[in-house]
């Protein structure tokens, strides 16, 4: 694919890649005095590795310093965590296949050392990661549908770009926020979901 | 590396210290290389959890995973003495064999255990409890299990196995029932590791179906190095040397996470690793080659 305006004849659709740049905003707001952000990820998982492109210059744009931890094998994820504890404010988690899948032993390490763990996905909150901005899959699936509809009443694949869901989610983990004493801001506590 | 990730390290190292004393049993005591532990170490995780999530008590769990760790280990010498199949071979069957069986005990790639009733939840809770009590609880039980199987590598049915490894037909020609031995040495291996592979579930958190992909290599890894530092002579020092090498593993781990310093990447971690375990193995050696080759000019 070319670009996201310039696509083959007949592909389109919704992107749900997670919005680094929104992700990383979103920790300033909730930790305004944060300046280092510890990444667990594993460097043999695609989807991670490109994340971490965009995350390595958004972290500098935005004045964070990152600390990058790489299990390659879930055994390895508990040193990872431990390796990060005394080095950084938060810990952020990209989509990525092994940390996700371990993220209630990573949260819960974590918030033992005191330290909040940001998600790219929305489902790891409920797994006990503090918080995570990003899209839900039924809006995804909703947006997806919306395009399809169009499509079916005749505009042309071609006339429609690739783009991200219009509407971005806020996730919250209740019991993590209160382990930590956030205070969310008013904004942010009317539109999120909460688990 | 700060305190927390060295005792970190120091309870890894002991749990597989505990894989480690499961692969000397079969690839030192018996001369079997067995693969098998890559499948008996997340078989061992899976069914713990998979019974604590379901209700049942942690110590039963764990027994079961114990069990099931011998039933794998018992499979892998069946096809290979009862068949006449190669060793490596039966034992890659099995492994292969219990990734789809693991997926079926737990019904999911994986299970998360925290908050859930584990053998270690008196003690997780306490503060700095990775930094104490955690470790201790590892040291107690490696201690414990170092213990019993030294007590039956001294028995008489130890050195029957021994001699079994040592010189199949010599021990054959003795009256040993050479086959009995590889049964049971297996199960007890594997038996082992899958009690290492609960132990893992439950101090980590979680069972995941990929958990033992490079068990084998840690293991040997870990019994090798200590073999390496220790240089053992009696079956005691061995079993001391492999938890001493497996704990040394995990530093060199904890280190290599930390490699950024070095201006390398994160992600040449397991380059890191692997330098730091060969040097580890190396340097025992050249040690001795220097004090030979001292030796040899003193003289006239």
């Known amino acids: 694919m070319s670009s996201l305006k310039n696509h083959p004849e007949n592909v389109t659709g919704v992107k749900d890649a997670p919005p680094i740049k929104k992700q990383i905003e979103f920790i300033k707001t909730l930790l305004p005095t944060a300046k280092t952000i510890g990444v667990i990820y594993n460097p043999g998982d695609n989807g991670s590795a490109s994340s971490l492109e965009t995350m390595r210059k958004e972290a500098k744009v935005q004045g964070f310093t990152l600390v990058e931890v790489t299990p390659i094998n879930s055994s390895d994820i508990q040193a990872a965590v431990l390796q990060l504890v005394g080095k950084v404010d938060a810990i952020y988690v990209p989509l990525d296949n092994m940390i996700v899948s371990a993220m209630k032993t990573v949260s819960s390490l974590a918030l033992k050392h005191k330290l909040p763990v940001f998600s790219a996905d929305s489902g790891s909150v409920e797994s006990g990661a503090t918080a995570c901005v990003g899209y839900s899959y039924p809006q995804v699936g909703l947006e997806t549908g919306e395009l399809v509809a169009n499509i079916l009443k005749g505009e042309k694949t071609t006339e429609i770009d690739i783009a991200s869901p219009g509407k971005i989610d806020v996730f919250i983990n209740r019991k993590a926020l209160e382990t930590l004493n956030i205070s969310l801001p008013e904004t942010i506590r009317n539109q999120a979901h909460f688990y | 590396m700060s305190l927390l990730s060295f005792m970190g390290a120091v309870e890894l190292g002991l749990l597989y210290g505990l894989v480690a004393m499961g692969v000397l049993l079969s690839f030192r005591v018996l001369d079997f290389p067995d693969l098998t532990v890559n499948g008996s170490f997340p078989l061992g995780a899976s069914v713990s959890a998979i019974l604590i999530v379901s209700g049942v008590n942690p110590w039963v769990a764990t027994v079961c995973a114990i069990f099931a760790g011998m039933i ?168 001391l040397a492999c938890v001493v090498g497996s704990i040394f593993y995990r530093m060199a781990i904890a280190m290599a996470l930390n490699a950024g310093f070095l201006g390398l990447q994160s992600s040449d971690l397991q380059l890191v690793t692997a330098v730091i375990v060969g040097v580890a193995m190396i340097t025992p050696k050249l040690r001795s080659k220097i004090i030979d080759f001292k030796s040899s000019r003193s003289k006239p």
């Open chain 2, 72 to 239: 794998a280990g018992f499979l892998t010498a069946w096809i290979s003495v009862r068949w006449n199949i190669l060793h490596l071979l039966a034992s890659i069957l099995t492994m292969t064999a219990l990734y789809s069986v693991n997926l079926r005990i737990m019904g999911r790639p994986n299970i998360g255990l925290s908050g859930e009733n584990t053998i270690f939840s008196p003690i997780e809770d306490l503060p700095y409890s990775h930094l104490f009590f955690m470790p201790i609880a590892m040291f107690v039980i490696a201690g414990i299990v170092l213990l019993c199987v030294y007590r039956f590598l001294s028995s008489e049915k130890g050195l029957t196995m021994r001699a079994t490894g040592a010189n199949m037909r010599m021990a054959k020609a003795q009256g040993v029932f050479v086959n009995q031995q590889i049964l049971f040495g297996l199960a007890m291996s594997n038996g082992l590791v899958a009690l290492a592979g609960a132990l893992f579930a439950q101090s980590q958190g979680f069972a995941d179906v990929n958990l033992g992909v490079d068990t084998i290599m840690i293991g040997l890894a870990a019994v090798i190095v200590g073999e390496a530092i220790f240089n053992p002579r009696v079956i005691l020092t061995a079993l």
